[in-house]
């Protein structure tokens, strides 16, 4: 019996997915915080588990191009928004309109965002949908929600040609569905990141989260891509 079970738990030690093992840490919340590691540049990871530090503010915010921008807050990392306007410019070849909605947030502003979500829906609901101050990706500067912030998004052809296309530009779709235990968030196809076009190719043939290319790639490869 000893020895069936030594063997039972090899199996499971050995084949068990990088997907177990990153829902795993993923799926508990606000817990075993870490600081963000700022010097990954692009590739940095902010999510319930890494948060950045307070007051963090990137050095090279500029506004989005006006042609594709709809939304107040305009600013994205330098290279982010040069990424976005080539992005939405090709777009625009094949007649699909797209434009920022809401790109760089500061911890003051997501506060707010939060403490609404919370008071509209309860602490638990919101945290599905709406990040803690600190833990929000539209802190880095290197994300811009998309046209929309409805899930109905999902369904349309601008939706379609984003999943296709936004890898080529350095972008992933950030919070796909049937990712909610690793991502830590509800599905919204809305919400792009930008992560550099060599990630992001890996991440869209793997068909991955940040997540899990982070535990991948290790941490080297993180250091060494900026």
Known sequence: MMKLFLLCLLYIQ???????????QHTTGYVNITEADTSAGILILVNKNHKLPEGYRPPDLVPIEEAFNRGAMNLLRKEAARAFANMCSRAAKDSIALWNRSAYRSDTVQRELFEN??????????????????HSEHQTGLTADINSVHSSFGNTPESAWLKENAHR??????????????????????????????????????????????????????????
């Open 117 to 134: 979500a919370v008071m509209r829906s309860g602490t638990q609901s919101a945290e599905q949908f709406s990040a803690r101050p600190g």
């Open 169 to 226: 530009y350095g972008f992933i779709e950030r919070y796909p569905a049937g990712k909610e235990s690793i991502t830590g968030y509800r599905y919204e196809p809305w919400h792009y990141r930008y992560v550099g076009k060599k990630a992001a190719t890996y991440i869209y043939q793997h068909k991955i989260t940040l997540e899990e290319y982070y535990e991948i790639i290790g941490k080297q490869t993180r250091k060494t891509t900026r």
């Open 14 to 24: 050995v084949f068990s997915s990088p997907r177990d093992t990153v829902a795993q």
